[in-house]
């Protein structure tokens, strides 16, 4: 994270990150007691998004999600359907594979909690912690959410009820092993402190800090009575936790225990994606386990909202559960895409509206961007018979160079709503551009050739820039964009694309075509 552009003269030429670098990205893994639901999605996007923007940038790139299937919730649905917990868990699989398919979402790894080299990777991760000291029998007696699978205080939760789900807790006694989280308080709360340990946003992390002025408490990491799950290797009549099970698949995916050549290759991430509620495992439980291995932090930790559907929370009962494939009904993936990455801030809460994506399909795609490309590639067709001319000069290109590094800035940082805020920013210049230029009117008069072949070529190679960034976010769109404008599908290295001329004067264009027919 954090690059920065190198200028030249005023102008974007290239920037300091020509070498590759590694990034690995993940996401949360997503329990499989439900189908995915386009708060899944939101999630599975953004993380997306950023592995293809760094893929563009040349850098080498592993992005990981997969499916958290050890759970007392799994084990409780199976029992209701009559089938073992791994049958069950076989019969979901497939929702959250073909939503991800469908969405576009390229990831490089996909792990499952029964995979055996996780389940092999768990059980080394507790032998680790036992062998260095952090591991102790004692008894466990408080409140427990099946739902969260997550312990309770009467102080957190008076009233006996989940503070997440609002069900009743179970009261669980029995005796367990406890992880020494107390252990790490002072030295993880000095990393936050000096930004070794990065957690954004700044929400996030304050709530993290305040949470550690607190005091942390040693946590339970098996449970006598569950059945489905990973055996502890230290007491093999208990079952390991769901949480230090799960937080374990970010290193088990790449080689921990199994493959130490990659698993140094890609460790540590350089960022985690989940969501807010999930933070505090993420940024005291993980760490803690990681520095008792005395194995390096993920460098970065990004909490992003919740979505709500029409103001609501999202829920069976009320109706307001939606799914990707209900929205894919009527819209395309990349529409959806584009949706959620701009309409909701990545670092806050948002709301999913059928009225609000019509407005933005009606609105950004079909009248702003679909509109500049059709009538830029129209205008080429008509008025130089689909050859793309030379220019005589380069009005665009200042605006596009502010545009490409405050594009760098925000994608750098997560924020993929002020990105595209700032790219339909120039779509809109663009096309304000085509009035004042008046083409149609340059085209009656002949001494006004050269000026006529200026504004066509600052119009096409500013679709063409505009085609290199939408990349990220809608990957079907913009080789559509790419083959209509006549160049190759895939751009290449994002510090080479942004310099402005790129596109070669006597470029025929494809064939024109609509990609985004107004909606009634």
């Excluded at 290193?251 to 985690?272: L, Y």
């Amino acid at each position: 994270m954090g690059r920065k552009l190198r200028t030249v003269d005023s102008a974007v030429v290239s920037c300091e990150y020509l070498a590759p670098m590694k990034f690995y990205v993940t996401t949360a893994i997503d329990y499989i007691n439900a189908r995915p639901h386009i708060g899944h999605a939101l999630e599975k996007v953004g993380a997306d998004v950023a592995a293809r923007y760094h893929r563009l940038c040349g850098d080498e790139v592993f992005f990981l999600t997969g499916t958290d299937e050890h759970s007392l919730n799994v084990q409780r649905q199976a029992e209701k359907e009559g089938v073992t917990p791994r049958e069950y868990c076989e019969r979901m699989i497939p929702a959250f594979t073909d939503a991800w398919a469908k969405l576009g979402i390229s990831y490089d790894g996909f792990l499952r909690t029964t995979d055996p080299q996780h389940e092999a990777a768990v059980g080394l991760v507790f032998e680790k912690l036992a062998k260095a000291g952090y591991l102790y029998q004692h008894d466990y007696e408080g409140l427990y959410c099946p739902s969260c699978e997550n312990y309770y205080t009467e102080k957190d939760a008076p009233d006996f009820q989940c503070p997440l789900h609002k069900r009743s807790l179970d009261r669980v006694k029995e005796k367990n092993l406890f992880f020494k989280l107390s252990a790490f308080q002072e030295r993880l709360q000095k990393l936050i402190d000096v930004g070794e340990f990065r957690i954004e946003p700044v929400m996030r992390r304050n709530e993290i800090l305040s949470l550690l002025r607190e005091g942390l408490q040693d946590v339970s990491f098996t449970r006598a009575n569950l059945k489905w799950g990973v055996k502890s290797p230290v007491e093999p009549h208990q079952t390991i936790w769901i949480w230090p099970d799960a937080l374990t698949n970010y290193i088990s995916a790449i080689g921990f225990g199994t493959d130490e050549t990659t698993f140094r290759r890609w460790w540590p991430a350089d960022v985690h994606i989940i969501g807010k509620d999930i933070t505090r495992f993420h940024c005291t439980i993980w760490p803690a386990m990681l520095m008792a291995m005395e194995m390096p932090l993920p460098k970065m930790i990004f909490a992003h909202g919740f979505l709500s559907v029409d103001g609501e929370k999202m829920s069976k009962t009320r109706g307001t559960m939606i799914e990707p494939s209900e929205v894919l009904e009527k819209y395309s993936a990349d529409v959806l895409r584009y949706y959620l990455m701009r309409e909701v801030p990545f670092s806050g809460d948002g709301d999913f509206s059928w009225t609000r994506i019509e407005q933005r399909y009606n609105a950004d795609l079909a009248n702003d961007l679909g509109n500049l490309i059709n009538r830029t590639l129209s205008m080429i067709q008509r008025y130089r018979a689909g050859v793309v001319p030379k220019a005589n000069d380069q009005d665009l290109k200042a605006d596009a160079e502010k545009m490409t590094a405050s594009y760098h800035e925000r994608m750098d940082q997560l924020d993929f709503s002020g990105a595209l805020t700032d790219l339909w920013a120039f779509v809109t210049r663009a096309n304000q551009y085509v009035e004042e230029s008046k083409p149609w009117a340059l085209a009656k008069d002949a001494a006004q050739a050269g000026r006529l072949d200026s504004v066509l070529y600052n119009l096409a190679e500013s679709v063409r820039l505009i085609s290199v960034l939408v990349t990220t976010v809608m990957p079907t769109t913009a080789p559509q964009i790419r083959a209509q404008l006549g160049v190759g599908d895939k751009p290449g290295v994002l510090a080479e694309e942004i310099v402005w001329g790129r596109l070669a004067p006597g470029t025929k264009i494809g064939q024109v075509a609509p990609l985004f027919p107004k909606r009634t």
